[in-house]
């Protein structure tokens, strides 16, 4: 029952900037660990980022310094705040909430984020 959307992606140039959003809609009755995965064409789909109920942040070491995660409770949302953009991060970019109840892990159809001059 729960759905998200992911928004943001396009076309940028590298050195650029873009903020991904995610909404969850849907029964959500707990905050559940969200975050965002991508999927380079022809790579394995990876962590980026995640943010649990209480704030904590994760993030791959290749995104440390350039992006950050945030979320927001009472719209249950979260975004992935994208800086310094390189081609190399040209992918796919999936939302994702994990249920910890039923382990579950739901996911968005994904955005593209295109680094390309």
């Known amino acids: 029952q729960v759905q998200l959307m992911e928004s943001g992606g396009g076309l940028v140039q590298p050195g650029g900037s873009l903020r991904l959003s995610c909404a969850a809609s849907?029964?959500?009755?707990?905050?559940?660990?969200m975050g965002w995965y991508r999927q380079a064409p022809g790579k394995e789909r990876g962590l980026v980022a995640s943010i649990t109920s209480s704030g904590n942040t994760n993030y791959a070491e290749f995104v440390k310094g350039r992006f950050t995660i945030s979320g927001d409770n009472g719209k249950k949302m979260v975004y992935l705040q994208m800086n310094k953009l390189q081609p190399e991060d040209t992918a796919v970019y999936y939302c994702?909430?994990?249920?910890?109840?039923?382990?579950?892990?739901?996911w968005g159809k994904g955005t593209l984020v295109n680094v390309s001059s």
């Open positions: 994702y909430l994990h249920n910890g109840l039923s382990g579950m892990i739901y």
């Open positions: 849907g029964t959500i009755f707990s905050m559940n660990p």
